[in-house]
Nanobody
Framework: QVELVESGGGVVEAGGSLRLSCTAS????????MGWFRQAPGKEREFVAG???????YYADSLRGRFTVSRDNAARTVYLQMNSLEPEDTAVYYC????????????????WGRGTQVTVSS
């Protein structure tokens, strides 16, 4: 069983930056694809970004250019660098892992973290 722990959330002003981290408790085949979903109040979860073991990346079209996903395989860790943050980015950000990148993007990941809150003030 894989446990995912997110960190790095907080409160920032519009235009600021944050870097989220997510570390898996142990090695697993489900770590092939790691990424992030987010959920804002009153909205459904939406895919943010993902990355495979080989470092192929995927982004929501609206976020590409502002957000950057990366990973450290040895550390079993995935990162999300968020720049030029907007109030609309306020949400709980969830880490996820999956055997397949498609499952990651579809919200069908095998494991989910508990989430970390990101709040962007005006």
């Amino acid at each position: 069983q894989v446990e995912l722990v997110e960190s790095g959330g907080g409160v920032v002003e519009a235009g600021g930056s944050l870097r989220l981290s997510c570390t898996a408790s142990l090695d697993s085949a489900t770590l092939y694809a790691m990424g992030w979903f987010r959920q804002a109040p009153g909205k459904e979860r939406e895919f943010v970004a993902g990355i495979t073991w080989e470092a192929r990346t995927y982004y929501a079209d609206s976020l590409r250019g502002r957000f950057t996903v990366s990973r450290d395989n040895a550390a079993r860790t995935v990162y999300l660098q968020m720049n030029s943050l907007e109030p609309e980015d306020t949400a709980v950000y969830y880490c996820e892992t999956s055997f397949k990148s498609s499952s990651l993007r579809e919200g069908a990941a095998e494991y989910w973290g508990r989430g970390t809150q990101v709040t962007v003030s005006s």
